[in-house]
């Protein structure tokens, strides 16, 4: 909770704050009590927090007033862009926000600044460094009050009005996200990932803001049980009949999804594939690749390396059934996985009657020299945006296995730089490693193929310039 929604909440009448602190407090205990209950149990645990925090009813109502105002176009060549994200933690979104921010920057095609929703310390911090250096100033939310925007919070009736009715989970960063808007009046704000876009999204028309751009990053939160919330559909759909809101994917299979799930013509969200800095991936040298292939493969042939977080939707479990039915097969190949997340613990008991060929090396800081190294880059994932790891292992000549997921059909040249799998379960996935494994002369094409086609369809300028045109 930050000063703006404490600003808020302290101009409340005491029966209300001690209903909406009840509200989020009980939703709070159910969520994590389910994370220590049986499948069943945890399930309608979920349901029943889920329940608590669902604003179905209202969030049509609360952006409906938006609807009759006139569309704003921003000002000159230099649009005051806020951009919105949970951290600059190492992830897809993160990373894409980074290069973004950084190459926009040095171009001057806006003025940045960067709000985070959580604190960008420790491990979500990793992007840190990579924005500043660029001049954008990045903050976290809510930890500083403008005092004009402060008030202004603190009188507004309407304000306060359609802030009562928005979700006790959603309300903290809304509160917060409209006096940041208030004080900073940017001419767009630009969000990434569901929960910033709908915060952010609400905030920004609640605030008039003349553009909002929300970026959907894989395909619709329906498909991650752990991360989807009831309210979610809702506000996409209150958002989508907003005219200055626009919707932004990284694939086509993406787009597909969440038009489809809001319910809107897939024309509505626009497509920029992600953009690959090509510069922040060094080419390591030959000693370095020697290095790291010795330390992990040993005297083996073939490495087949995987670099994905360890969590349900990269399904890391397959990753382990493939390499055990390939390692039945032949004894010159071993595999190494890297990445941390919460099924740790489960891959490590899967993978450990597979022996020193199969390696798990948790979380990296060398993944260009570990997929120089390798032979042949494995992705696992049911579900996908578009994966970075295999448009990295592409750009330094390393064929890659995937299954045709979301936007990994973007990603990869099926046939040309890497191999599709139909489905994405261990026996397709076995079949497609198992006929590049056996065909010598098929990995040296797409070793050749693999770094021209990320330079000619994964751009970093490209993306940049596609992305600037959504705040015109």
Same mark, same amino acid.
Request: proline content about 7%; cysteine-free.
């Given at each position: 909770m930050g000063c703006y929604h404490t600003a808020f909440a302290r101009g409340e009448p005491l029966h209300r704050r001690a209903w909406s602190f009840g509200v989020h407090a009980t939703g709070a205990i159910a969520r994590r009590v389910a994370s220590r209950l049986p499948a069943r149990v945890a399930t309608r645990a979920r349901s029943f927090a889920n329940a608590l925090e669902s604003s179905s009813t209202v969030a049509t109502h609360i952006l409906e007033r938006a609807l009759t105002l006139p569309e704003e176009s921003c000002h000159g060549s230099m649009p005051r862009v806020l951009s919105i994200i949970g951290s600059l933690a190492p992830g897809g979104a993160e990373r894409q926000l980074a290069a973004f921010l950084a190459e926009s920057a040095q171009r001057k095609l806006a003025q940045h600044e960067l709000v985070t929703l959580n604190a960008c310390v420790g491990v979500h911090a990793h992007y840190l460094s990579r924005v500043e250096n660029a001049g954008v100033s990045v903050r976290t939310l809510g930890v500083v009050a403008n005092s004009t925007a402060f008030e202004h919070l603190r009188r507004d009736e309407r304000l306060r009005f359609a802030l009562r009715a928005v979700g006790s989970s959603l309300r903290p960063?809304? #509160?917060?996200?409209?006096?940041? @808007? +208030?004080a900073s009046k940017p001419d767009v704000v630009h969000a990434w990932l569901d929960h910033a876009n709908i915060a952010g999204g609400i905030a920004a028309i609640l605030a008039d803001v003349p553009r909002v751009v929300l970026s959907l990053r894989s395909v619709?939160?329906?498909? @991650?049980?752990?991360?989807?919330?009831?309210?979610?559909?809702?506000?996409? %759909?209150?958002?989508?009949?907003? %005219?200055?809101?626009? $919707?932004?994917?990284?694939?086509a299979e993406g787009a597909d999804s969440y038009a489809k799930w809001i319910g809107?013509?897939?024309?509505? !969200?626009?497509?920029? +594939?992600?953009? +690959?800095?090509?510069?922040?991936?060094?080419?390591?040298?030959?000693?370095?690749?020697?290095? *790291?292939?010795a330390s992990i493969a040993g005297n083996a042939s073939v490495l087949i390396t995987g670099v994905l977080r360890l969590s349900e939707e990269k399904q890391p479990l397959v990753f382990v059934e493939v390499a055990r039915e390939i390692l039945a097969q032949r004894d010159d190949v071993c595999f190494a996985l890297a990445g941390d997340g919460p099924m740790s613990a489960e891959v490590t008991a899967?993978?450990?009657?597979?022996?020193?060929? $199969? %390696?798990?090396?948790?979380?990296?800081?060398? !993944?260009?020299?570990?997929?120089?190294?390798?032979?042949? #880059?494995?992705?696992?994932?049911?579900?996908?945006? *578009?994966?970075?790891?295999?448009?990295?292992? %592409?750009?330094?000549?390393?064929?890659v296995v995937a299954a045709r997921v979301g936007g990994v059909g973007d990603a990869v040249h099926d046939g040309h730089t890497g191999l599709l799998a139909d489905h994405a379960h261990a026996p397709a996935l076995t079949a497609?490693?198992?006929?590049?494994?056996?065909?010598?002369?098929?990995?040296?094409? $797409?070793?050749?193929?693999?770094?021209? @086609?990320?330079?000619?369809? @994964?751009?970093? *300028?490209?993306?940049?310039?596609?992305?600037?045109r959504c705040y015109e």
């Open positions: 960063n809304v #509160a917060d996200l409209v006096g940041e @808007f +208030l619709h939160p329906g498909n @991650f049980p752990m991360l989807s919330r009831p309210w979610m559909l809702p506000w996409y %759909q209150a958002l989508a009949r907003d %005219q200055r809101v626009r $919707f932004v994917a990284n694939s809107i013509h897939p024309d509505k !969200i626009r497509v920029v +594939l992600n953009g +690959l800095d090509t510069e922040s991936v060094y080419r390591p040298s030959r000693e370095a690749i020697a290095r *790291t292939r899967a993978a450990a009657q597979l022996g020193p060929r $199969f %390696q798990i090396l948790g979380r990296r800081q060398d !993944i260009p020299e570990l997929l120089a190294a390798s032979d042949i #880059a494995l992705l696992t994932s049911r579900i996908e945006g *578009t994966p970075n790891v295999l448009l990295e292992a %592409q750009w330094l000549g390393v064929p497609a490693l198992r006929t590049l494994l056996g065909d010598a002369d098929m990995r040296d094409r $797409f070793r050749t193929a693999g770094p021209k @086609f990320i330079e000619e369809r @994964f751009g970093l *300028t490209r993306m940049v310039d596609e992305t600037r």
